[in-house]
T-cell receptor, first 112, second 117 residues
Framework: TQLLEQSPQFLSIQEGENLTVYCNSS?????LQWYRQEPGEGPVLLVT?????EVKKLKRLTFQFGDARKDSSLHITAAQPGDTGLYLCARNSGGSNYKLTFGKGTLLTVNP | SAVISQKPSRDICQRGTSLTIQCQVDSQVTMMFWYRQQPGQSLTLIATANQGSEATYESGFVIDKFPISRPNLTFSTLTVSNMSPEDSSIYLC??????????????FGPGTRLTVL
C-alpha cells in the first residue's frame, strides 16, 4: 500500500488568515488529486496535478506539485468561512486499474 | 465532469436487515467505484463495479456482505447485507476515466448516510 500522509490533521484559523496544508508520500505519484468535502456531502474535486513542479491556481487556492512528484501542497490565501471542510489528497494506488488511495485529510475550520 | 446522484441520501435501518444504494451517472463512464467513509475517517475503497461481471473487491470486503451490480455504463447498486451498527457509515459512489479528464481523476456522488440501530 502506498500511503499518503496529510498534515496538519486539524487546523482552526480566523477569517482572513493564510494557511498551507501538505500531502506527502515516500514514493513517486503519477498524479495527485485534491478534494474538499463539506459535512454531509461527497468529496468535490478541486484539482488534478500531473507534472513535477506544476502550480495551479483556483481563485484563492494555490496547488503545487513537488519537483520529485512525491509531495504536494495546498495554500489558501485570506481564508473565508466557506473554505471550511475536509481537504483530502488522493493518488493512483498503482497499476493500471485507476483506483485511488486517499490520505486521512486535513479538517479546516475558518472562524468568522 | 460527471454528475452523479445517489439514492437514498440517508437511511436508518435495523440490525440484520439489508439496504440497497443506487448510483446513477449522467454519462457513460468506464470505471465506477464504491467507497465507505466511517465517522471522522477518510475514504476506503470497497470495490470496483465492473459492467456485466462480478465486482472486484478490496481486502477486507466480500461479495456476500456487499453485493454490487452494474448492468450498464451509467448505473450501479451496492447492497449492505445483514447490517450491524458497525456498518454505520457514509457510502459513496465515484466514477473514473471520465472523458476529457485525466485518467486518475474521479468524481463523487453526494453519498448515502447509513445509520444502523
Amino acid at each position: 500500500t502506498q500511503l499518503l500522509e496529510q498534515s496538519p490533521q486539524f487546523l482552526s484559523i480566523q477569517e482572513g488568515e493564510n494557511l498551507t496544508v501538505y500531502c506527502n508520500s515516500s514514493s513517486v505519484f503519477s498524479s495527485l488529486q485534491w478534494y474538499r468535502q463539506e459535512p454531509g456531502e461527497g468529496p468535490v474535486l478541486l484539482v488534478t496535478v500531473v507534472t513535477g513542479g506544476e502550480v495551479k491556481k483556483l481563485k484563492r487556492l494555490t496547488f503545487q506539485f513537488g519537483d520529485a512528484r512525491k509531495d504536494s501542497s495546498l495554500h489558501i490565501t485570506a481564508a473565508q468561512p466557506g473554505d471550511t471542510g475536509l481537504y483530502l489528497c488522493a493518488r493512483n494506488s498503482g497499476g493500471s486499474n485507476y483506483k485511488l488511495t486517499f490520505g486521512k485529510g486535513t479538517l479546516l475550520t475558518v472562524n468568522p | 465532469s460527471a454528475v452523479i446522484s445517489q439514492k437514498p441520501s440517508r437511511d436508518i435501518c435495523q440490525r440484520g436487515t439489508s439496504l440497497t444504494i443506487q448510483c446513477q451517472v449522467d454519462s457513460q463512464v468506464t470505471m465506477m467505484f464504491w467507497y465507505r467513509q466511517q465517522p471522522g475517517q477518510s475514504l476506503t475503497l470497497i470495490a470496483t463495479a465492473n459492467q456485466g461481471s462480478e465486482a472486484t473487491y478490496e481486502s477486507g470486503f466480500v461479495i456476500d456482505k456487499f453485493p454490487i451490480s452494474r448492468p450498464n455504463l451509467t448505473f450501479s447498486t451496492l447492497t449492505v447485507s445483514n447490517m450491524s451498527p458497525e456498518d454505520s457509515s457514509i457510502y459513496l459512489c465515484s466514477v473514473g476515466m471520465v472523458p476529457w479528464e485525466y485518467v486518475d481523476t474521479q468524481y463523487f456522488g453526494p453519498g448515502t448516510r447509513l445509520t444502523v440501530l
